[in-house]
């Protein structure tokens, strides 16, 4: 099994910078690919980014990009969302999630989820 902790929300002005981090324990040997989703209220939930194991192909859902970097430090077990440039619509909550595929950009693609942590960005 594999456990993800995730930090870094909390309530934001429009137009600032969070950075979310993503703490794995457990097996993780049988991570490969990681990513970031998030579900705003009555909505389902939404890719944002992923990132392959070394780190050197990064996606993004069109709406993130340019404003968010998805990055990983794999000695630490880690995984990173910095948000830039936060709009109201970015509000949400975020959840991290490992995949023991090598590239995986859809929910079910996906093993193990955190819980999640609220960004909110006020107008």
């Known amino acids: 099994q594999v456990q993800l902790v995730e930090s870094g929300g909390g309530l934001v002005q429009a137009g600032a910078s969070v950075r979310l981090s993503c703490a794995a324990s457990?097996?993780?040997?049988?991570?490969?690919?990681m990513g970031w989703f998030r579900q705003a209220p009555g909505k389902e939930r939404e890719f944002v980014a992923s990132i392959t194991w070394s780190g050197a192909s990064t996606y993004y859902e069109d709406s993130v990009e340019g404003r968010f970097t998805i990055s990983r430090d794999n000695a630490k077990n880690t995984l990173y969302l910095q948000m830039n440039s936060l709009k109201p619509e970015d509000t949400a909550v975020y959840s991290c999630?490992?995949?023991?595929?090598?590239?995986?950009?859809?929910?079910?693609?996906?093993?193990?989820w955190g819980q999640g942590t609220q960004v909110t960005v006020s107008s």
């Open positions: 999630a490992a995949s023991g595929r090598s590239i995986a950009t859809m929910p079910y693609q996906y093993e193990y």
């Open positions: 457990g097996r993780t040997f049988s991570i490969n690919a």
